[in-house]
């Protein structure tokens, strides 16, 4: 079975050339970088809520400089650059993935336009004993990287799109939890005491 699917993978490379090769090899960077990302997100525990992780340190640490008496505004501003250094960590190698993502079809359309180019030399050499069906049969195999540029690509697009959703959602999450120990009692002021709306004549 598995000297099937490399015998099929060689067939492809064979038919789509070098950019084909450079697909494939794409395709598995983007496999591996996406099963890691996704093996560090289960262990951070990003998304919507908190329960582990870096998330948990950054508010364990606000709880104790707030103990310690010092005040929101420098709490505020340390632990969000640490936020931030933390989250651009936990990031770190989606970049990679928006890579794959964007060069993947170019790299395809650009498979396509040399087999294309191809295609058509060969129909000129020919000259007017050209068989239509060499020149669908030469089209046919340069439309092959093209789609394996958008089958490369898709996948590496969702997996961004959802790894970003997901940071962003934990992002605030921190901010308002945070906010939540820096100023506990805030919301319950303002429900018990709503301002009052002055109208002016």
């Known amino acids: 079975m598995i000297a099937n699917a490399l015998n099929s993978l060689m067939g492809l490379v064979d038919l789509g050339g070098p950019v084909v090769a450079i697909l494939m090899g794409a395709s598995i960077i983007g496999l591996a970088c996406i099963l890691w990302k996704g093996a560090v997100f289960v ?12 998330g948990q340190d950054v508010l364990i640490a606000a709880q104790r400089a707030a103990a310690r008496g010092a005040t929101n505004g420098d709490i505020r501003d340390r632990l969000n650059a640490r936020l931030q250094a933390s989250l651009a960590r936990i990031g770190a190698g989606l970049r990679l993935l928006d890579v794959i993502a964007q060069t993947a079809p170019l790299l395809g359309l650009f498979g396509t336009v040399l087999g294309m180019i191809d295609a058509f030399r060969t129909l000129q050499e020919a000259g007017g004993a050209a068989d239509p069906t060499v020149l669908a049969g030469g089209i046919w195999v340069a439309l092959v990287t093209t789609a394996a540029g958008l089958i490369v690509a898709m996948p590496a697009s969702l997996a ?42």
């Open 43 to 54: 262990t951070h525990g990003i998304g919507p809520t908190i329960t582990r992780g870096f």
């Open 160 to 201: 961004l799109n959802w790894f970003d959703a997901r940071l962003e959602a934990h992002e605030i999450a921190l901010k308002d939890a945070l906010e939540d120990i820096l100023a506990p009692d805030l919301m319950a002021e303002r429900t018990a005491h709503p301002a009052t709306v002055v109208q002016h004549a």
